[in-house]
T-cell receptor, first 112, second 114 residues
Framework: GEDVEQSLFLSVREGDSSVINCTYTDSSSTYLYWYKQEPGAGLQLLTYIFSNMDMKQDQRLTVLLNKKDKHLSLRIADTQTGDSAIYFCAESTTGGGNKLTFGTGTQLKVEL | NAGVMQNPRHLVRRRGQEARLRCSPMKGHSHVYWYRQLPEEGLKFMVYLQKENIIDESGMPKERFSAEFPKEGPSILRIQQVVRGDSAAYFC????????????FGPGTRLTVT
């Protein structure tokens, strides 16, 4: 079955790096995604990675994928107060159509 | 280029009433998805539609919920005889093609059942 898990909270100081982790169980995952949700808002697609990739970098964001361990991480360099939000990991599979399976979200709090 | 639009943004209904949630996909997108987010939970897939077709409704409750995406106009998620447990944020997403694994989300409709 499909299951995506994340830790619930992460607190970092402004300027530090944040690392948000995610584990998934479906070995047929094709794409893995990171979404950001600010309070009262919808989800913003931050980045995604194809399952045959190990890493993807986009400005301050670095995604690492360990397919063997089914572990995905999002690193935010030089974290700013504007990065405070809930971050959702999600997966989609070839056989599952285009539906996304989401984790429960990690609330990132950036402190001064 | 307007993003995915949803209305209303907030909807209050009394138990037993009907709720209609609307979603206009991004321009050129013909695939629409509905997700539900219960308080302090992640999003759960409900239904995937293309114009005039329901492709996957595996996440829809069997009763009271229905969805459509007509040839013209927005996609509609309809909840009949709402109950308190239906209180949630309902998000719509759209994508360009079935093969494109990028879904862009609307701001959501927050339904409160009193």
């Amino acid at each position: 079955g499909e299951d995506v898990e994340q830790s619930l909270f992460l607190s970092v100081r402004e300027g530090d790096s944040s690392v948000i982790n995610c584990t998934y169980t479906d070995s047929s995952s094709t794409y893995l995604y990171w979404y950001k949700q600010e309070p009262g808002a919808g989800l913003q697609l931050l980045t995604y990675i194809f399952s045959n990739m190990d890493m993807k970098q986009d400005q301050r964001l670095t995604v690492l994928l360990n397919k063997k361990d089914k572990h995905l991480s999002l690193r935010i360099a030089d974290t700013q107060t504007g990065d405070s939000a809930i971050y959702f990991c999600a997966e989609s599979t070839t056989g599952g159509g285009n539906k996304l399976t989401f984790g429960t979200g990690t609330q990132l709090k950036v402190e001064l | 280029n307007a993003g995915v639009m949803q209305n209303p943004r907030h909807l209050v209904r009394r138990r037993g009433q009907e709720a209609r949630l609307r979603c206009s996909p991004m321009k050129g997108h013909s695939h629409v998805y509905w997700y539900r987010q219960l308080p302090e939970e992640g999003l759960k897939f409900m239904v995937y539609l293309q114009k005039e077709n329901i492709i996957d409704e595996s996440g829809m409750p069997k009763e009271r919920f229905s969805a459509e995406f007509p040839k013209e106009g927005p996609s509609i998620l309809r909840i009949q005889q709402v109950v308190r447990g239906d209180s949630a944020a309902y998000f719509c997403a759209s994508s360009l093609k079935r093969e494109v694994y990028e879904q862009y989300f609307g701001p959501g409709t927050r339904l409160t059942v009193t």
